[in-house]
């Protein structure tokens, strides 16, 4: 059984900083791809970051230069660093890791408020 859990999520005023974190845990192998998505209300989950094997970053163009994405292999977790937030960041954001056998996990999901 594997599990995802996520952490860091809360409320923040626009213009500042969250830190998100996804730990994985159980019988998984090696893990290729992580990545964050997120889903406002009454929208479709998008992709927001992602980071291969290899390290290589892919950050959509609405959060590049504001949020950055890491992972810690040894921890078998990633990081999303959240700079800038805007009341338009607002949505539940859920990471994914896929193992090396495609095999796609997802966590709950944490829920991310930009409001003053």
């Known amino acids: 059984q594997v599990q995802l859990v996520e952490s860091g999520g809360g409320l923040v005023q626009p213009g500042g900083s969250l830190r998100l974190s996804c730990a994985a845990s159980?019988?998984?192998?090696?893990?290729?791809?992580m990545g964050w998505y997120r889903q406002a209300p009454g929208k479709q989950r998008e992709l927001v970051a992602a980071i291969n094997w290899g390290g290589t970053r892919n950050h959509a163009k609405s959060v590049k230069g504001r949020f950055t994405i890491s992972r810690d292999d040894a921890k078998i977790t990633v990081y999303l660093q959240m700079n800038s937030l805007k009341p338009e960041d607002t949505a539940v954001y859920y990471c994914k890791m896929k193992s090396a056998y495609d095999i796609e996990y997802w966590g709950q999901g944490t829920q991310v408020t930009v409001s003053s």
């Open positions: 159980g019988s998984i192998f090696t893990i290729s791809d």
